[in-house]
């Protein structure tokens, strides 16, 4: 196990002190739990977002807490869900009258939990929560069918849905209003990513999966989740096209869309090799007439040392397209107005 | 070698077509040439501040063209150096009559062609051109002194120099006046890293040296330099500490300084990793009466798929502090006024 720590076991939490180190000025922790953290800039009368998940994908989850995105998020250990103690923790400081919307990954520690904080939040603090589950993972499930349960991953594309619902909440819209936002956000982004080479969660010591020298996984999840094709890395072109299609295909998305994109890095995969990536997806999706707005590329939600990437889209119409327009101010995000 | 790419030769290309697609109202190419690449926003009457550099360094060097920082960028292939021409070509289209000054890189390649640059750019187009070169890493050769060629490679400290400059210029300043402001950044500046793994040049496609499955490398260079010390693999917290010390004994920093830190991942390591780095910096540098003004963790300077990271800190006068401090806004680095 390679990697720059000291002791496992205080991984999480010296990262952690890192962080407030490092940014004392954007976030701070919740009381005595650092695992607790919110922003350092509290808007009375508006809506709170929090939300939470499993360390060892940053900037997910925390990084997206600031102006004009979230206002808290409740940190597990690598790739364990935090408790619902903590995340009421969370819920009970960035409360400021308007209610909280709990936006977070379809995974069953993270819903159990947050499930848990949302009763308690209402029935011992009188706070009313709403939440949005984000499964936008094509791999991992049939398409979403009207009231029948979401089976799919909840991964990167989870950042639009922050920024739409951040940038809906820091506009003043209601609790009602925001959730309305993410849930359309959530509608419309579909996800596909590929892996090259596993993680090493520290406290294990050792990769989640083989994985051959010279193979891929289309489809993986970010917790090494079984994907849909395992097989001989191909030339970039041929990988996105099989990430593509699929997400095209799903939504669909059809000429005339316009979309915003993100090209996410999983961890170790050069930011040149995501550009090499993103050259296709436009050719692609110029070839299809569907026209893109806004493009991201970088590290948005990671598996530590994993190699490979992932690729977002989301179908904008007036609404969304504000809402990605406007300005964010995060350690980790920064946007001036488009 | 295990990377999404097309065939190596079109690597450099490629990625260059996916940064141009990706951000068209932030920058653009210069003629027919997609390695001679410019800011978007020309503000005539400005200084000019152009970089270049091998390829394989993202965000170095293109990454900070744009509104703050830099004006324009010429690329060479992989760890190559560009061309004179293709720096002559950035000159002509940057100059807007207060002429040009490069920022580079200490490196043999880029010092033999910036200068050639400047001297068709004074010869043939009667631009006035100025020269700094950043050569900042402790771990490679002596302290400067005045007088003397300093035999330092630039790494990532040259971030510093960048947003300096860049803001001194975006505030109006003259030809000298930004040259002196990038010099005092250069005098201030300091840095040290540590590699774990190789990088794969992908033309080559083996890595370019080999190192333990249970080692590290002290002061390795961006291009994989021979460093000070090979050997185990150390907690973080030592390996900090071993990258420290000779970073503050060299100016010397000193206690009542105040410092920007800007902790660098060299392209495969994990954010959270960089900020268990940055948490005994912090420790560090209070236990010594140092004050950090402010904190950059990330990518800035990579070596595509390297594992390791860097530490640098920059000495900070009031006038440092204010070109620190103000906005910035290119398609990799974005900051609000501080």
Redesign the interface.
Known sequence: M??????PED?VN??????Y???PGSVKQVGEDPRCLVSAHKQEGKVGIATGGG??H??LFLGYVGKGMLDGCSIGDVFQSPSAEQMLAVTREINSGAGVLYIYGNYNGDIFNFDMAAEMADFEEGIRVESVVVGEDVASGAPVKAGEKNTRRGVAGIFFVYKCAGAAAAAGLSLDEVKRVALKACDNVRTMG?A??PCIVPRVGRPGFEIG??EMEIGMGIHGETGIRRGK?L???K?VDEMLSPILADLPFVAGDQVAVL?NGL?????????????RV?QVLKQKGIEVYH?Y???YA?S??M???SISLLRLDEELKQYISAPA?TP?F???AL
């Open positions: 390679k990697k720059i720590i000291n002791r991984f010296e990262m952690l002190e890192g962080i180190a490092a940014h360390s060892g940053l900037p590929v090259l080479t020298e010279d890395l030339p970039a072109d990988i090209i961890g170790a995969t050069p930011l040149e090799e995501q550009y090499v990536i993103y050259r436009a493009t590329v970088g590290e990671t530590m040392e190699a490979g990437a101010d980790f920064k946007q001036f």
